[in-house]
């Protein structure tokens, strides 16, 4: 099913991923609060005559760039959003700042362009659930939320739409699928909270959506559907399988192989391919991330390529399509990262400090532990409470 086409390290421990909604690009947020964007090799069928004539390389495995790199908090960045038309990049830390980042040069942008759609949630680990409307240009001044829910009792581990309605005229969901503590829960952007599940009786730890499919990942190695989208939900009927007893589900997203396949990225190292549509498996395949550190963040690029992120520690990995393709090279070609001289120059007023971490890899982390309390007094752009 996947190949991994690429390994390469970072400087610091990955907390956060986001890919690019149209272009091959994918951001990276660390714990060192540096943020930097990876540029990834076009694929065959995107390249014009002329490019393929000049490129060395025409299957998908040239050299990763970095387009540019920066410390962007002074705490670990936690998380990282592209705009929907991917133009910006929002980033926040554990200093409680969010910030507003044009994506072809990483400098934090001095007048914020309203993006569309015009409202940013913002989950925090103090259960809080943040609405914005970013049409009003105080709200990125004052940073006070139109509207503000408490969906669970415990931290927001995960937040994904729902898939909108035939009759919407957006085209973007109003309802938000989330999970936190032990509970799943939906919430309405002009309504609020529409659904509280019952408790599920285990932490509840990623989440994600797939056509009218709601999928949850626990603690404990258990994952959960719902089918019917928020009718499904409120009937309270759910299909469950254990992936890996006593492991934890600390991250999933829908695969290149349709509808019917999510990833899940597990706390010993794996993702397992699952199928939801049709027969209910345990998994169709796992291929390995590491084998000390968990998986922490799983993205699927435009061109169908998977990036899976744990500790330290990055993989691209391609539909296996070729038997035996090395995981470094693929026909000869490099897959190393090309970091950029001067990539560093986004700078956002914030000192850079890019003393190098020696010694021995951590031991696994799981997703809720080590949530940073070091939030600064910064407040040039937004700061936020209850935020870690």
């Known amino acids: ?30 714990a060192s609060g540096h943020v930097q964007l990876q540029q990834l090799p076009a694929l065959p069928e995107s390249l014009s005559p002329r490019s393929k004539a000049k490129s060395p390389s025409t299957n998908g495995h040239g050299t990763i760039e970095t387009v540019w790199r920066t410390r962007r908090h002074k705490g670990s960045c936690r998380s990282l959003a592209f705009s929907t038309d991917g133009d910006h990049i929002f980033s926040a830390g554990t200093d409680g700042i969010v910030k507003f980042a044009t994506t072809q040069t990483g400098q934090v942008a001095a007048k914020i362009a309203v993006p569309s759609p015009q409202t940013l949630l913002l989950a925090t680990d103090s ?94 190695g258990a994952l959960r559907m719902w089918e019917g989208g928020l009718k499904g939900l409120t009937e309270g009927i759910d299909r469950k399988v254990t992936l890996q007893k006593g492991e934890s589900l600390d991250v999933m997203c829908p695969s290149s192989e349709g509808r019917d396949m999510v990833a899940v990225g597990v706390g010993d190292g794996s993702i397992r391919f699952v199928r939801v549509g049709g027969k209910w498996e345990s998994a169709v395949e796992s291929v390995k991330h590491d084998e000390v550190e968990g998986v922490v963040t799983l993205g699927l690029e435009p061109g169908g390529r998977l990036i899976s992120g744990g500790g330290s520690l990055v993989k691209i990995w391609e539909k296996n399509t070729i038997d035996d393709v090395d995981d470094e090279k693929a026909d000869g070609t490099s897959c190393a990262s090309d970091d950029i001289d001067g990539a560093d120059n986004a700078e956002d007023n914030q000192s850079e ?26 407040s040039h752009i937004m700061a936020f409470q209850g935020m870690d």
């Not at 099913?1 to 947020?29: E, K, R, Y």
Request: hydrophobic share 25%; with cysteine; proline share 6%.
């Open 127 to 220: 259960s809080a659930l943040h609405i914005y409307d970013l049409r009003d240009r105080s709200t990125l001044q004052n940073a006070k939320p139109q509207q503000s829910h408490n969906p669970h009792e415990d931290y927001i581990s995960s937040l994904t739409p729902l898939t909108p309605s035939e009759s919407s005229t957006s085209g973007f969901s109003r309802q938000w699928f989330s999970t936190g503590g032990s509970t799943v829960a939906v919430t309405d952007v002009r309504k609020g909270v529409v659904l509280q599940g019952d408790d599920l009786g285990e932490e509840i730890l990623s989440g994600t959506v797939i056509g009218d499919r709601c999928l949850a990942g626990g603690e404990k």
């Open 353 to 378: 400090d890019e003393s190098s971490e020696e010694g021995k890899r951590p031991k696994r982390k799981k997703r809720k532990r080590n949530k940073g309390k070091d939030r600064g007094g910064n």
């Open 1 to 30: 099913m996947f190949n991994s086409i690429c390994t390469f390290p970072l400087p610091s421990d990955l907390l956060a991923q986001t890919v690019h909604p149209n272009s091959p690009l994918v951001a990276f947020g660390l």
